[in-house]
């Protein structure tokens, strides 16, 4: 059954097999992630990519992360090396995408790949994409179901605020359990961070015992996140800030930080988990409340706080 919104199902069976003839007929369709939302498609199909970049309106010099099911299949079009495959095992099916060298004679999409002789996977945890997965025979192109260089999707109901009817069946997997876009290792030459996340640069250090870098400002595109304005809630953000003006809000953070009408606390308790969680929901809040730009606290840079300084900081791009 559907509930109130016109394109948005439960994930049961019936409609998990709606889902796979609809992708299976080149449609592209709304998918939970344990991200975010993403807008999934046939990453074997021209035609199903195109639809995903004109959807979200996406440059194609930005290449789309392919999702994958397990090591079995994600083998048949990619290289994998020493550094993928520990870091694999610690943390797959999980929050991490990895830039890899694409096989010879690999189905992927050339356009999905933005041309490149890499490829940008993941293999997710959230178990509605991964009953997808199961019952389909390709991997599935999926960038967040957003229009590009806006704020990603956190629930089903964000997917249709997003894109309307340009997509005719969203699977409601619930809040994304995380609620901001994976970590991003490239491990094509020595492993560096593309893009932080949940799964920290501390956390990778740790599994390969070895330095890994950090990139910033990539002049090659080789995968997402790297545009310099993205996750944007279309209203101007101004980073590390205690006071705001008229028709602003201010965005807070832990016990200290005061309850007014345009104040809002990503954790009261200041857990930065919780805060990357509540990040794009309290953006989009603020956003529907018509105020005309936000002002964010300072956010600790540490743990996932780097993360959440690096979404605020394309945010706050112009």
Known sequence: MKNIYSNIYRPNLTNLKKAKKNIENNKVIGVPTETVYGLAGNAYSDTAVKKIYSI??????????????????????????????????????????FVLKKRKGSKISKIATAGLDTVAIRIPSHKVIRKLLKIIKFPLAAPSANIASKLSPTSAKDVFEELGN????????????????????????????????????????????????????????????????????????????????????????????????????????????????NLYMVMRKIKNKKFKSISVVKIPKKEIGFAINDRLRKASSK
Request: aromatic share 6%.
């Open 56 to 97: 979200k309106k996406r440059p194609f010099k930005n290449p789309l992360i392919i999702h994958f099911k397990n090591l079995k299949d994600l083998e048949k079009d990619i290289i994998p090396n020493k550094n993928f495959l520990k870091l694999y095992r610690a943390f797959c099916p999980g929050p991490i995408t």
């Open 166 to 277: 340009k997509i005719n069946f969203i699977l409601d997997g619930g809040k994304s359990r995380i609620g901001l876009e994976s970590t991003i290792i490239d491990l094509t030459k020595g492993p560096s961070i593309l893009r932080p996340g949940i799964i920290t640069l501390n956390n990778i250090e740790k599994i390969l015992k070895k330095k890994v870098g950090v990139k910033k400002n990539l002049k090659k595109i080789k995968a997402p996140g790297q545009l310099k304005l993205h996750y944007s809630p279309g209203i101007p953000v101004k980073m590390n800030k205690k006071m705001v003006k008229k028709n602003e809000a201010l965005i807070g953070f832990g016990k200290n930080f005061k309850n007014k009408k345009n104040h809002f606390n990503l954790s009261q308790k200041g857990n930065l988990m919780e805060a990357a969680n």
